[in-house]
């Protein structure tokens, strides 16, 4: 009698095989779920924290006060705007908006106003948060409540970010 080996797997083969990826599946997950509010607040922040820069670049390029960064609360949405003139005398504009729930946590005010000197350095609200980053603060919270960055600007004008609660996204931990 001739016998051919039946090429394929067994059921019994096919089973161990579901097994093992519903196991790794299971342990994948829940870091996973884990990653979207930090990405979605880490994506925020690093929004703000180029709008910032940009309105320090615009008042140093013009070399005068021009460039006034506005924070609105208004607890369900937010904006970070900044507005300069340009050289032909029109208003520019750019502005970070929230998306994806991420909240402002500070400032807490409905509407603040900094302003960029010629230097480069701002001026205008005042944290009511102690956010160890300077004076001026913005902190932006995660969806579920788990994550926040806090955006700084201190003393000589640096922008400068850094996590609260763990370091994620590439920011350290706030001192």
Sequence with gaps: MNHRRALGLTLVELMVTLSVLAIVVALAAPSFNDSLPRTRVKS??????????????????????????????????????TEWQAQDGSKERRSVVNVNDVKMVNPTTASST??????????GFVSTNNCGTGDTCIQLRSPGDKYDLRIGINAVGQVVACTVNQAFGGYAQCQ
């Design 44 to 81: 925020q922040g690093s929004d703000v924290v180029n709008l910032l820069a940009l309105a320090k670049s615009e008042s140093l390029k013009r070399n005068q006060v021009t460039t006034t960064v506005t924070v609105s609360n208004s607890g369900a949405t937010w904006e970070v705007a």
């Design 114 to 123: 900094l302003t960029a000197d010629f230097r480069g350095l701002f001026s």
